[in-house]
Every structure is written in C-alpha cells, then in structure tokens.
C-alpha cells in the first residue's frame, strides 16, 4: 500500500470511529472501500497526531534559551529574584533614619510590648445613608503589661478601641492573611467585627509567639510551656457563595465582614522542645514551620500537611534541621536565635541573636528559607551588646535593602543587608520615670507610606509610640 493509501486508510478509520457523517463522502472521493472495524491500524491516526505533538514540543523546549542571568522584575512583585539578587541589593545613599517625627503620648500607664499595623476592618450603620459601610484604615495595634490591646488611629493617635482577651499581657499576635477580621492574639482567635473571643486555645505558660501561615490555614504558637502547637483550619475565613433568597448587601458594605465568623482551628500536632521556644516562621509557600529554641544551635523544620497532595504520599510532619554554626558538625552553643524575619522577596530568613556567650555582640545572620540552603550568607553585626531580660526585634524596608533594629538602650539601627549601620537614632527614654528600663525599645514595625517611602513605628518601656523615619 502507497504512503497516499496509508495515510488515507487511517483518515477513513478516524472518521469511521468518530464522524461517521461525513464517512461516506470522504470514500467516495478517495474510491476506498469501507474500513474493516474489526481490524483498526496500530497506531491510528489520533495516537499518530498526539505524538507528532509531543515531538514538535520536546523540540521546541530543546530549542529555549534559559538566561541564568535574567535581569530580576523590580516592580515589587520579586519575580525572577535569586539570593544572589538580594544580596546584592544596595541600601541607596541618602536614606537614613533621622529621628522621631511623630509621638503618640498617654496611650497605656503601663510598658508597651508589642506593636504592628495592618489595615483593620470596620463595619458599621450609617444612620445618614440606612446602609452599612465596611472600611479598611491604616490603624497601629499595641499591647502591654495591663493585658489590654488597644488599636490606635495612624494619623491622630487616639485610641479607637481596646480589647482584653486574656488575663495576662499579650505578647503576640498575628493577623490573618486574607481576612484581616480574624486576630490571634497567644491562645485566644477574636472576631474584630464585633470584638468577640471565636474560639481558645490551652497553653500552660505565656505564649511568646504566634503565626498564621500565608495562605490561613494554618496558625503556631510557641509558649514558654516548652511547646510548638500547630492548628489547622477547619473552616473557611471566607464567607460562603450567596443564595439566591438572601438579602442583597449594600454597595458600600462587604461580604467579607458581613457574614457570620465561622473560621475555627483544630489542633492538629504538638512538639515538645527541651528549652523555651523563642521564634517561629512559616514558609512563605505554607509548606514548613520553622522554628528555634533557646538552648539550641539549630533551626527546625517542620512540614506541613498539603492539601494538593494525597495523603499516603505525604511525609507528615517531617522534621529537617540546619546549624547556625558555620560548620554543620559543630554542636558548640554560644548564642541563641531570638527572632526570625522574613526577606520582602521570600528568598531569605533573617536570624537574629541574643543569650550570648563569652561576649559576642548580637548579630543578624542571614540563611535561604529552604531547608537544603544551610550555608550562612551573611552575618549583620547590630552593635548592641544584647540584654538578658528584652529580646531583640527588627523589621525589613519594604525594599528589602536593610533592616531596623531595636536596642536595650532607646536606640533604632538601619543596617544594610550589605553589613554597614547607616543610621543608629535615640529614640526612646523618659527621663521622669526614674527606671533605666525606660529606654528600652521593646518592638518595632517598618510601615510603607502613600508616598513610596517608608517609616518605622516603634514601642518601648518609656509607654510612648514613636514614628520614625
């Protein structure tokens, strides 16, 4: 049989099987008898087609050009970025940390001991309109030793509202990723809607950290009762699709805020640690939990459970490890990891240390956020001795070029990610307190303004809120 008849043979085949309309003219214009169903050619014509395909793109992608060296995206989104981009990221000339621009006076009689800013939820009745409006303002939350946490207007200072969801001082808390209604403050979930505790949780000693995963599904909390408790998500932060009977929302109200609260967490694994916890961290793909103890040298990883992968093929909490010694052998402990910050671009975890022995100074090492990157990439000297009753805090630029330190001593510090101190700033300390505590800066957060810059708003033991820049 000619090649002609071959490829007109399996024509007729395919038409047979699936166009068996159009069968009949198609012979009568090629003069081949009808196709013998019983005796179909291997391969037909859909199997010859499909690896035709295959073949054109195996050649195409042997054809692609893959530049290592691809300028990275700078429009914020850190696409295409490597570790080696953001190492070299240079902290520009002229920023510098100057001082106090702005100071919030008189908001707690007691310490500060946290502080943060997110755009918080508001849902309200406008009596004027007969409607509800939902708004999300720029708003700085700080908690302190009177178990209080108060959310603060950014541009008046005034004290919008407090909550006391616990009877001891809050010393952490989190926002949920995509539904900022939801706030985990140590083992209690609130409704920020309408100020109402959803759900507890049991911890035996202060809880000193607390996290949600970046896509919500999962919050840890690390507490001095020598425990790293993960929770997982056993509903959604996000309201369900709307019936056809239900009542249409106001155009300036939101669905998000409008329906009932129903995100709740089950505890889903416990780690008993030897020592006091002191930081945690999720990946930012919400596949580890990271976390460091007091009397370790390692930084633990813990995988989490992935709903895209069936569950006999999952290795459930997995736990991996790396050293902050320079050599992986060595087990020697002369300082603890106090806190951990995650790099804008993901790429990166800023280590930084405290519990020193023999003297050394604090410093912020930098590691690649997987668990196979165990090579220091850097190591950041803050200048400040360190203190054995405040642990150290800092804050990345949105820019991702340097960070922001606090101090024992009242000072803030902008260090590059190159290893310079452009800026150290007195910042905090009341001179009529009478306590040499009072300088104490206690926690600081980096805010991006309306104008690309950025600011840093900043708590200690002098009860006052700084803005900084």
Not at 280 to 305: C, E, G, Q
């Amino acid at each position: 049989m000619s090649d002609t008849n071959q490829i007109q043979n399996l024509i007729a085949h395919y038409l047979a099987t699936n166009y068996p309309s159009v069968l009949e003219p198609f012979l009568q214009a090629s003069h081949l008898p009808h196709p013998d169903p019983s005796q179909p050619p291997n391969p037909d014509l859909r199997t010859l087609v499909e690896d035709w395909a295959s073949q054109q793109l195996v050649n195409n992608l042997d054809a692609v050009i893959i530049d290592e060296e691809m300028a990275p995206v700078d429009d914020g989104s850190w696409r295409g970025w490597t570790i080696k981009d953001v190492l070299r990221l240079q902290l520009k000339e002229d920023v510098k940390l100057t001082g106090v621009q702005r100071s919030f006076e008189g908001i707690s009689a007691a310490n500060l001991l946290t502080v943060g800013v997110a755009k918080v939820p508001k849902r309200e009745f406008d009596t004027s309109t007969a409607s509800y409006r939902a708004t999300y303002s720029s708003r700085i939350i700080t908690t302190s030793v009177d178990k209080s946490l108060k959310i603060i207007d950014y541009e008046t200072g005034e004290v919008e509202r407090i909550l006391e969801p616990h009877r001891a001082a809050i010393l952490a808390f989190a926002f949920h990723p995509a539904n900022p209604r939801y706030l985990l403050t140590g083992t209690v979930l609130t409704d920020l809607i309408t100020d109402q505790p959803l759900q507890s949780f049991k911890s035996t000693k202060f809880v000193v950290r607390v996290a949600f995963s970046p896509d919500g599904q999962f919050i840890a909390t690390a507490s001095y009762d020598h425990h790293v408790v993960i929770y997982q998500a056993t509903s959604s932060a996000h309201p369900p699709p709307p019936k056809e009977d239900d009542i249409p929302l106001d155009d300036t109200d939101d669905p998000t805020l409008a329906c009932e609260p129903e995100l709740r967490y089950a505890e889903v694994h416990k780690i008993k640690v030897d020592s006091n916890p002191e930081a945690i961290l999720f990946h930012p793909d919400s596949t580890w939990l990271m976390y460091t103890t007091r009397s370790s040298h390692l930084l633990t990883y813990v995988r989490l459970p992935a709903e895209s992968i069936p569950t006999h093929q999952q290795q459930r909490w997995e736990i991996k490890t790396k050293s902050f010694n320079p050599h992986p052998m060595d087990n020697h402990l002369s300082f603890a990891v106090l806190n951990m910050a995650l790099h804008p671009s993901g790429n990166i975890i800023a280590c930084q240390t405290g519990d020193h022995r023999g003297g050394s100074g604090e410093r912020i090492l930098l590691y690649g956020v997987e668990p196979e990157e165990t090579e220091r990439l850097a190591c950041l000297w803050t200048g400040s001795e360190g203190d054995d009753f405040v642990l150290p805090r800092m804050d990345w630029l949105p820019d991702g070029s340097g960070l922001i330190t606090t101090t024992p001593n009242g000072y803030l510090n902008l260090i590059a990610i190159s290893g310079e101190t452009r800026s150290s700033v007195k910042v905090h300390g009341a001179q009529d307190l009478g306590q040499a505590s009072s300088e104490v800066v206690r926690d600081c957060h980096v805010v991006s303004t309306n104008k690309g810059d950025w600011e840093v708003v900043s708590v200690g033991y002098d009860r006052q809120v700084r803005i900084s820049r």
